[in-house]
Every structure is written in structure tokens, then in C-alpha cells.
């Protein structure tokens, strides 16, 4: 059986309610959410940054390493030609030996000066490491102490927030789908949340402009489904003025 207007009023109306009250308890975790994700990111982005520090160390010491088996290979190439040295025959020999021996000489001080030099650039970046290291150890406890205040906040929460949702899963069943996904457009670009509204003190509830008599008449027969001309929001309904009951006025003893 098809619902009536008033009924798909009604559900869509009790939706909102519901939503409200979902939104109120997010609103109470504020930017902690959104604060600890950002710190979690900033985290990551830190680790990633530390194991490339990490790779050009340990690169920089495989390159020492090179260098200094460079060194040994050539030491044993002088010794190799030290000795055959001692056995020329004649002055070409004696000279192409004398050119290899301060080739390898010079490639001993092409060696040791890069050793030198990677040393310098190993310090450069253990010292970024460790600063990096340092600054990421002070935002993981700030992520620490952000994650136990959501946590906290959370828990308080956890169980109405639970009967809520379940609350809002039967509620939106009673909702047609194609209202649903009005509703859901609506919610999501009304910046307190509200797509559906009451009309109150001759106002819409959502932007607060004034909502004609006849329009008000409109809405409370609850014939069709109305929405606020200005802001779009659904008109579920309006509520009417309570008059304060006037105070009794004070009697004033007579002196």
C-alpha cells in the first residue's frame, strides 16, 4: 500500500530527527578526527622520508666499501709491479712500469679523497635522520595523546551512537527511495545538516526566511511535498506559537 504525503512526511521527518542527533554526537569529537588523520598522514609522509635517508646512507657505504677494495686492488698492483720492476730489461719497460705504478698511485688518492667525501655526505644525512627521527617521535606522541582524547570521546558515545544507527536503519526503510536520495542530496549541502525542516514562528526552520500564510496553509494540509523557495529544504511541517501564559502580578505589601 502506498503511503500518503503526511506519512512520507512524517518518515522523512523522523529520519532527520535521528540524523540530528548522530550529527550532534560527531559535532561533541569536534576536529579530532580530522586532526588525527592529518597527524597520521604526517607520520607517514616522516617514515617515508627516514627510509630514504636510510637507502642514501646505506648506499653511501656501499660506495666506501668500493673505494676501499679500489685501494686494495691497486696496492696489490703496485706490489706486482714493483716487483717486475726489478727484472726490465730496458729503459721502455722500466718507464711503462714507473707510468702504471703512479697510475695506481693516483688512483689510491682518487679513492681515498671520495672515501673523504661520502664520509661528509654519510654525516650530512645521519644528521637529517636523526633529526627527522626526533620530530617524528614528538608528533607520534602528539598522535597518541590525540587518538586517547578520540577514543575517550568515542566510548562515551559508542553505545547511543549504536542504537541510533539502528534506529535510523528501520527509519529509513519507511522512506521511499527516491525521497531517500532527495533527502540525501539536500543533507549534504546544508551546512548544519538539515534537509528536512518545520516551519516556525512563520519562518523556515533551516534559513529562517519568512514562509507566506497561504504557503504555511499549504503545508500543514499535507497534501503534497513543499520545499522552502529560498534554501530548497522540505517543509514537514508547522509548528505552532505557544502562548506564555501570563505572570501573575506580584502583590505589594502595603506598609
Not at 685501494?71 to 718507464?95: H, T
Not at 664520509?119 to 626526533?134: C, F, M, P, R, S
Not at 534506529?167 to 551546512?191: C, F, G, M, P, Q
Not at 514562509?211 to 503545508?219: E, F, L, N, W
Request: proline letters at 2%; aromatic letters at 4%.
Amino acid at each position: 500500500m502506498e503511503s500518503t504525503v503526511a506519512q512520507k512526511l512524517d518518515a522523512i521527518y523522523n529520519l532527520q530527527l535521528i540524523d540530528s542527533r548522530l550529527d550532534a554526537i560527531i559535532k561533541v569529537r569536534g576536529a579530532l578526527p580530522e586532526e588525527v588523520q592529518d597527524l597520521e598522514d604526517e607520520i607517514a609522509g616522516y617514515e617515508t622520508r627516514l627510509q630514504k635517508f636510510q637507502n642514501d646512507i646505506n648506499t653511501f657505504e656501499e660506495d666506501i666499501k668500493r673505494f676501499k677494495e679500489n685501494i686494495k686492488d691497486s696496492e696489490k698492483l703496485i706490489k706486482k709491479y714493483q716487483d717486475q720492476q726489478m727484472n726490465v730489461r730496458n729503459n721502455r719497460e722500466y718507464d711503462a712500469i714507473t707510468k702504471e705504478l703512479e697510475l695506481q698511485d693516483l688512483e689510491i688518492q682518487v679513492s681515498k679523497k671520495k672515501i673523504a667525501e661520502t664520509g661528509v655526505k654519510i654525516d650530512q644525512k645521519t644528521g637529517d635522520l636523526d633529526e627527522l627521527a626526533a620530530l617524528m617521535k614528538d608528533r607520534q606522541k602528539d598522535l597518541d595523546l590525540k587518538k586517547e582524547e578520540l577514543d575517550t570521546i568515542v566510548s562515551e558515545s559508542e553505545s547511543e551512537e549504536s542504537k541510533l544507527m539502528s534506529e535510523r536503519d528501520k527509519a529509513l526503510k519507511k522512506v521511499d527511495d527516491r525521497l531517500a536520495k532527495s533527502y540525501e542530496k539536500i543533507r549534504a549541502n546544508a551546512k548544519n545538516g538539515l534537509a528536512v525542516v518545520m516551519v516556525k514562528r512563520g519562518a523556515c526552520g533551516g534559513c529562517f526566511n519568512t514562509v507566506p500564510p497561504q504557503r504555511q496553509a499549504d503545508i500543514r494540509e499535507k497534501k503534497k511535498l513543499i520545499v522552502c523557495e529560498h534554501c530548497g529544504r522540505i517543509l514537514a511541517g508547522v509548528e505552532d506559537e505557544i502562548e506564555e501564559e501570563s505572570k501573575p502580578k506580584r502583590r505589594t505589601a502595603k506598609a
